[in-house]
């Protein structure tokens, strides 16, 4: 099966090309999708290159809009049967991504989510993340009975159709809950997988924030009551 990946960037030229040679060295047929959103250091010009090189396709923004806006740009050019979701660091290991594919075909499966929970040795970046991460989950199996445990894990994988036809609106970290809110509401089965993960830190450049917390749950609040 073919995946696209989409990998949105916003000043990462330190893990820039770490990450995307793990991603091209993935043994599975694929489509690389790089969107560039107005990064200030030498992260276009490391894109750039690859790109050049045929190596991924590349789209820019000319300013700043978000991570679910890059995530927007770069699904209106995936051809693969499945989209899924790759951060430009390093907290993610896309050796895990061909696990997810495969547990897609055996359940010929809607979404595959990557879950840091089941994976006891999983690490944590900082506790108000992991409980405002648990926070969420809880608030999206109440509203929408996806019975997930990881609301807020990067690796969402789901067929590429289906992602599109959602009509995703997000601009910036509300990406994970609205896809969540709309597979919910179309009561697609969501299957998961555990997953490696190690977090960084705020000072090595971890983006989100606590009012990113806040904007999720009014997302999840908000898509059901609408």
Not at 63 to 92: C, F, M, P, R, S
Not at 102 to 128: K, L, M, Q, T, W
Request: glycine fraction near 6%.
């Amino acid at each position: 099966m073919k995946l696209s990946i989409i990998v949105p960037v916003f000043n990462e030229e330190d893990s820039l090309p770490i990450i995307m040679d793990r991603l091209f060295e993935l043994s599975v047929e694929k489509q690389i999708i790089a969107v560039d959103d107005a990064s200030s250091d030498n992260s276009p010009d490391i894109l750039k290159k690859m790109a050049d090189a045929g190596r991924l396709t590349l789209f820019t923004h000319s300013q700043n809009q978000g991570k679910g806006a890059a995530i927007v740009t770069g699904l209106a050019h995936a051809t693969g049967e499945y989209t899924i979701i790759q951060d430009a660091d390093l907290e993610y290991d896309p050796n895990d991504i061909p696990k997810m594919l495969a547990a897609a075909g055996r359940h010929n499966a809607d979404a595959v989510f990557g879950s840091r929970i089941h994976n006891p040795e999983a690490g944590v970046s900082y506790r108000r993340y992991y409980w405002g991460g648990k926070l969420l989950t809880l608030l999206a199996n109440i509203l929408y009975r996806v019975n997930i445990s990881d609301e807020s894990t990067c690796y969402k994988m789901v067929k590429t159709d289906l992602m599109k036809s959602l009509n995703l609106s997000c601009r910036r970290f509300e990406f994970c809950p609205e896809l969540v809110a709309k597979l919910g509401k179309r009561k697609i089965k969501i299957f998961e997988i555990p997953i490696y993960y190690s977090p960084r830190k705020i000072e090595a450049g971890k983006k989100i924030r606590w009012h990113d917390g806040l904007e999720a749950i009014w997302t999840l609040i908000k898509l059901r009551i609408t």
